[in-house]
Structures are given as C-alpha cells and as structure tokens.
C-alpha cells in the first residue's frame, strides 16, 4: 500500500488540549510517523496540503446494530421493552438482502460522520453471511457479534402474554451444539478478514440467557478466544430483576466467570455501586449510549461516577431506531453536557479531551484493535475534518472548539488501515449510489412486510406498560 503524507495539518494528539500543527505519515496500514512541528519526510506516494484540515483519530461506534438503519423513522416512542416487541416485529421479516442494506447504509453514515469501526451487535444470525460480506465491503473495521439469547422479556418479568402472543415473541430455543458449530464457522471463514473483520460473541442480555447459555458464554469465549458484547441494565426493569435473582446482574455475571477486559457491555445505566466496582476491578468496558438511553427514556449512565472508579468508557449511538443518527460528535457533546447538571464540581466535569478519548481509545479497546490514537506503529485509522468552514470557525483551534461544533458536516475524508474509504463527499469503498436506490426500490416493502407481525406487537404492548408502574 502506498505511503501518505498529511503535512501542515492541525494534530489532535492524545491529552492535548491545543491542536498543533504538523504533519503525519500513513505507510501500508500503519502511521508510520506523527511530527508536530514539522514537515516530517521530503516523499511520499501522495502529500496532501493539510492547511484548514484537523487529523483526528477514527471515531469507534462502541455499539451499533447495523439492521436498524432499514428502520429508521419506525416507532420509536416506547420504553425499551414496549419498543422492543416493534423492533422485533420488523427484524423478524427483515431477509438477506435487507441486511446488507442496512449494513451499507449504516456504513456510508458511519464514514460520512468520521467513525473508522463499530461494533455491529446482531440479532439476525441467520442471516450472519450476508452481514459480513457487507461488512467486508464497506471498508470499515467491523466487530461482528451475534446474537445469543434463549429467554425472551415477557418470561423474565412475569409478563402475562396469552398463549397466541407468546410464541410470536419468544426467544429462539437452539441447542448449544448448534450454536457452538455456528461460531466455529463463522470464526474459521472470518475471523480476520482483511485484516479489518472480527466475530465477536454477542449475548443479548445476560439476564436473557439461561444458566446453561452463561456456561456456553464462558466456554466459546475461551475456546475461540472471542471477545465479547453485550447489553447491560439499560432499563429499571431489568436491573431489578438481575437485583432479585442474582443480587446484582454483574454479581451474577461474576459467579459465571463471564467479567474480563475482553467484555464490553453496553448501557450500564442502572448498578449498584458494588457492580460498579467489579466492572473496574475486571477491567471491563462499559459502552455509554446517552441518545438512545434518553430517547428511550431509560435514564442517564453515571458516567462521572464511573470515571472516578476508573472504568473504561466507550461511546455507541445504539440502533437507529432508538438512537436516531448514529453520528459519534453528538454522542461526544452529550457526553460532555449530561454530567453537568448533577455534578457539582465543575473539576469532574468530563473534558473535551475525556470524550474524544472515550469515543476512539475507549472504543479501540472494546474492540481490542490498536487503533484510537495518533501514534506511530497504530493502525492508520484517521478523520479529516474541515476546520475552514463557517461552522467551524474559531478564533485559535482547539479540541474544545472541534469537540463542540464538528459533526458529518466537517468531515472531509475518513481512513481505515491507511486505504481512503470517504473523500472529498465521496464514498470510495462502496457504490453508495447504487445501495441507495435499491433501498428506496425495497424500503416500502421492507417495513410492509412486517404489517401482521406488528398487530401482534400491538396487542401485546398493554402487557408490558405495567413494567413501569408509578410512571
Ligand atoms: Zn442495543
């Protein structure tokens, strides 16, 4: 791969708070060279002119389901176990190519918005070929992690649900062989996959897989080396049950030998400060979804809390169809705002530094990939962003300034291991334009599609308002 040299560029390096200018060399897939101050080598294959340009590392959408973006704009009005039983109704007639759609659309937003990775947590495994062709596709460095649950919401929370009801919404029963050959294939197809595509173990939910699902858990992930993500206590609900039937979801997850630094778990919202503590002491890391947490009203992460025990903190902008846009600057903003008004000391408040550390470091290490900094020897995986437009203006340039007015509209070019994926308004990795008209050719239908399997949704959402009673 040819060597590129980015000269005259504001760097954002790792703690800083000022942007320094100068210049950075990407060789093959690595940075082979980081020069504030200077102009670094005399040759490259191609020297670009970074005047009005800040180089940034790739942002790392820490949880992100990939399906949703063919559902955006469906109900998104609901608490998490009311929206859920929607967002299933459409999953469940979504095929292959439906997939693939979301996929590549989720990937042209994730380069357009400055993001190099994600981790595309899939409820879908049946159709696991046709999301990681995409995902290869696309250029971006993918976690891939399936799936795994055996318990639906309705069980677990005692919920009613006539006979008829049940069987649509519940959990899909495979025998551990099954699933275990599943993984196997999948590691032994992808695992690695040019260099950028990783199979993770996905469980849904600890509290959605049963005892001998948690020991499937432990034993995959050990034999297949896999890391692994989750969700964690999004929601009051659940983090009462994990209280009532484990003493705590984490406490749980300890017993089962399932917390080590190649977990990350996505929401935390709701622990008990003895879960908190297990979560730092095992180097676990914790996935912080703010816009998906408000929108689904689930509550607010304490994320400065979390910080001060010294928990490892990635950002994710969670689906669709909850989270809305899946653009990282935004989630960096509201990671910033959130605290605010309950910590009292303006010194806790997280930084700009903080955030932008969390959405690629921190993301970086739930995915276990050596990319998040601009140092030599990581993985080139950089963002370009315009620093000469009205939006952008500032009077000295500073992360603070990038933090609080950048976004997609700022991004003028994205790299992952070195290869340009987006440029210049342009989508190299993919035809973006041919993924756009066959989704508006199939968007009617995708969503049409799921028509009877929402009247079902429908009459079994009165079932689960009782969740929240006193709201
Ligand atoms: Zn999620």
Redesign the pocket.
Known sequence: MPSILIRNAHLVLPDRADLPTGSLLAKGERIAGVFPGGDGPQTADEIIDGAGLAVMPGLVNA???AYSNVLRGTRNDRRLESWALYTVAYGYVLDAEAIRLGVLLGAAEAMRGGVTALVD?APHVTHAEAALEAHAQSGLRVGYAPFLHDRSDHDLFGVALPAELRAAFDAPSRPPESIAEFFRQLVREWQGRDGRLQIMLGPNAPQRCSAALLELWRRLADELSLRVHT?LC?TLPQARYGETHWGGTVTGMAKHGLLNQRLSV??AVWLAESERDLLAKHGVTVSH?PV?NLMLGSGTMPLVDYLRRGIAVAL?S??AN?GGAANLFEVMRLALMLPRPTTANEADWPTPQAVLAMASAGGARALGVEVGRLETGRLADLVLVRLDTALMQAAAPSLAALIQHAGPHAVQATMVGGRFVYRDGKVLAFDEAAVLRRYRERATAIVGAAADRLRLAERAEPHFTKLYPGF
């Open positions: 949880h992100h389901h947590h969700h999004e996505a929401h979804n998906s994710g969670d689906s909850t």
